[in-house]
């Protein structure tokens, strides 16, 4: 078991062995979850997110937009620049 204290701002430290356990680096995002107790899960990188939801993408490639917003390249791609 492991202590953390919450700063007057509300963040909290992850002690080093957790972090090191389940792979958390700095930048990485977590999930907090409420169910009667804090849960705290490392959120899946958008890279796995997207090979996850490839097999729902029928007969096409899925679209990913270089450098920018999925959604925003389709808008633009669809009805065009002004």
Do not use: C, W
């Amino acid at each position: 078991m492991y202590q953390t204290k919450i700063t007057s701002q509300g963040t909290i430290s992850i002690p080093a062995p957790l972090r090191k356990k389940y792979g958390l680096t700095p930048g990485d995002t977590v999930t907090l979850e409420d169910n009667g107790k804090i849960i705290i899960q490392k959120s899946p990188d958008l890279a796995s997110v997207r090979a996850q939801n490839a097999k729902y993408v029928v007969g096409k490639k899925p679209f990913i937009a270089k450098g920018g917003d999925g959604f925003t390249m389709h808008v633009l791609e669809k009805y065009g620049q002004k």
